[in-house]
């Protein structure tokens, strides 16, 4: 790793988010994987969707071996400053309805959807059965 330690923002390494262009962060430290692109065992796209964002647990995730951790040493370009990193958001489940235990209406709704046309058909047939001419 370098000698000296370059401190980046936040917002100038996640401007670095194209093929040509590509850093990450992990474990609070800057990479410039841009000469990797072509080389990763996942394919850019991989890469590309880490950036932006503190990549940690997408790398750790995968379970990278010494080898793998090995090779990031090649890619080393600084720290991050890690006031300028965005707090991560948590996740708010959606609210959901309460739960009716009386279905009653839909239950009725889908009963007269059922006997409403055949209590037409049935007069229907009354009514030509009265009618009909002998």
């Excluded at 990479?31 to 503190?54: A, I, N, W």
């Excluded at 997408?58 to 951790?69: L, N």
């Excluded at 239950?107 to 059922?114: D, E, P, R, S």
């Amino acid at each position: 790793m370098a000698s000296e330690k370059k401190v980046l923002a936040f917002e100038e390494v996640s401007q670095h988010n194209k093929t040509k262009d590509c850093w990450l962060i992990i474990s609070g430290k800057v990479y410039d994987v841009t000469p990797f692109m072509d080389d990763h065992p996942g394919g850019d796209e991989v890469l590309l969707s880490s950036t932006g964002k503190d990549a940690t647990n997408d790398f750790e995730d995968v379970g990278h071996s010494d080898t793998a951790r090995d090779m990031m040493e090649k890619y080393y370009i600084g720290e991050i400053d890690s006031s300028t990193v965005p707090a991560t958001r948590t996740y708010v489940a959606p609210v959901q309805p309460a739960y009716n235990q009386d279905k009653t209406p839909e239950f009725i709704i889908k009963i007269l959807q059922f006997l409403v046309p055949i209590v037409i058909l049935g007069l229907a047939l009354l009514v030509r059965q009265y009618t009909k001419k002998e």
